[in-house]
């Protein structure tokens, strides 16, 4: 199994960004896929999860503004964040099943 994240980077607040998660060595669309995020002194927290028959789950505080879907003919998970914040700032995670985590890409959110 292999998940590698891409599409951090450095926006002001109120910017977008799209994460990417390319995967590998395993049926994609078969399993659940979701992204979760860290940030220093503080647990993961897991953010959006979409499940294989297709529904979303976002955790109350991206509600609104962060959409996650999955393109099974690429094997690859996204996660469109819009009207990011400062308290968005962390390292972001992809999941498979919370069992199987790519290695991170760093978002940060400042102006």
């Known amino acids: 199994v292999q998940l590698v994240e891409s599409g951090g980077g450095l926006v002001q607040p109120g910017g977008s960004l799209r994460l990417s998660c390319a995967a590998s060595g395993f049926t994609f669309s078969r399993y659940n896929m979701g992204w979760a995020r860290q940030v220093p002194e503080k647990g993961l927290e897991w953010v959006s999860g979409i499940y294989s028959d297709g529904s979303t789950y976002y955790t109350d505080s991206v509600k609104g503004r962060f959409t996650i879907s999955r393109d099974n003919a690429k094997n690859t998970l996204y996660l469109q964040m819009n009207s990011l914040k400062p308290e968005d700032t962390a390292v972001y995670y992809c999941?498979?099943?919370?069992?199987?985590w790519g290695q991170g890409t760093q978002v940060t959110v400042s102006s």
């Open positions: 999941a498979r099943e919370l069992n199987d």
